[in-house]
């Protein structure tokens, strides 16, 4: 199995895309966080995470890979790469909802688009990856549900688990043709969030943004080093803090939810499982928070 994933991790780094390694069988990093950083070599000058220190130098990944059976995760944003995630529901969700797949073809029939042919990979859970080429002229970023519900994106500050990784013992393979292309205009404009626009009571709202900034970084921490059993009561906690800044105007509601989404995901919590926290108990924090000041009612 060691060789195997090796040679997934190389395959990946010869197409120029940056790996680093994930627990085996899992999605998890394998990599230290910031709290445990020993500040010694790749982080001599400072913490360095997953996206700075994936790579594709192939000594590397051989030095890596030896230690142990690694799954194998692709740095979306280094690789130039924006992948789709379309999900499905968790199996004991007791819920009919439609998986990510039937909701994007539903999408691109809306929007009068025929549903993009790309390098797709099948993954562990039954969902799928549609691999794009990402625009140099935009750094696109994670999303989570803006494009449709089940439907994530990866791009800067996200990874995917590459072609070869096992997790519950289900490999992830790629489905059909391999051929990467580039992101449709349609998908990249659907992405691209509009300009934003100036109001007086935003601009209000960043008066304290260094304190804002603090508790947001704290907030997200405290999520990404949550131990097991923890993690979804943690994130919980930590949406609901926060919240109160979006009603306040000092946070937009993707100001918040990115990072929680990515520490969540960090953390070992399924991608499905955080979007449903975040989704619940932003709406529970904003309702019951005074928009005009951020304090708690």
Request: with cysteine; proline share 8%; glycine share 8%.
């Amino acid at each position: 199995m060691s060789d195997d994933l090796l040679a997934a991790a190389l395959n990946a780094a010869q197409r120029g895309w940056h790996v680093f390694p994930l627990r085996p069988g899992t999605k998890r990093p394998a990599l230290h966080g910031e709290t445990a950083c020993p500040r010694t070599g790749p982080c001599a000058d400072g913490h360095r995470k997953w996206e700075d220190r994936a790579t594709t130098d192939p000594d590397r990944i051989r030095a890596a890979w030896q230690r142990a059976p690694f799954n194998v995760g692709i740095a979306t944003g280094p690789s130039g790469l924006l992948v789709v995630d379309l999900d499905v529901p968790k199996t004991n969700s007791g819920t009919d909802a439609p998986c990510g797949a039937a909701t994007f073809k539903a999408l691109c029939e809306r929007t009068g688009q025929a549903v993009p042919r790309t390098r797709t990979v099948r993954t562990a859970s039954g969902g799928q990856h549609l691999y794009f080429t990402a625009p140099a002229a935009a750094r696109l970023h994670n999303t989570a549900g803006t494009l449709a519900p089940m439907v994530d994106t990866r791009a800067w500050g996200g990874y995917v688990v590459a072609v070869g990784s096992l997790v519950d013992g289900l490999r992830y393979e790629v489905q059909g043709p391999a051929l990467l292309r580039p992101l449709p205009d349609w998908l990249k404009h659907a992405l691209v969030p509009p300009h934003p626009v100036n109001r007086p009571v935003a601009a209000a709202g960043r008066v304290h943004r260094p304190y804002v900034d603090a508790a947001l970084a704290r907030e997200t921490a405290a999520v990404t080093a949550a131990p097991e059993g923890r993690r979804n009561a943690t994130l919980l906690r930590a949406a609901r803090a926060l919240g109160r800044f979006v009603a306040s105007g000092d946070l937009t509601r993707d100001e918040v939810e990115m990072p929680l989404q990515r520490a969540g995901e960090s953390a070992g919590l399924s991608t499905s499982e955080c979007r449903t926290t975040l989704r619940s108990a932003l709406d529970w924090s904003i309702t019951h928070n005074d928009a005009r000041t951020g304090v708690a009612a």
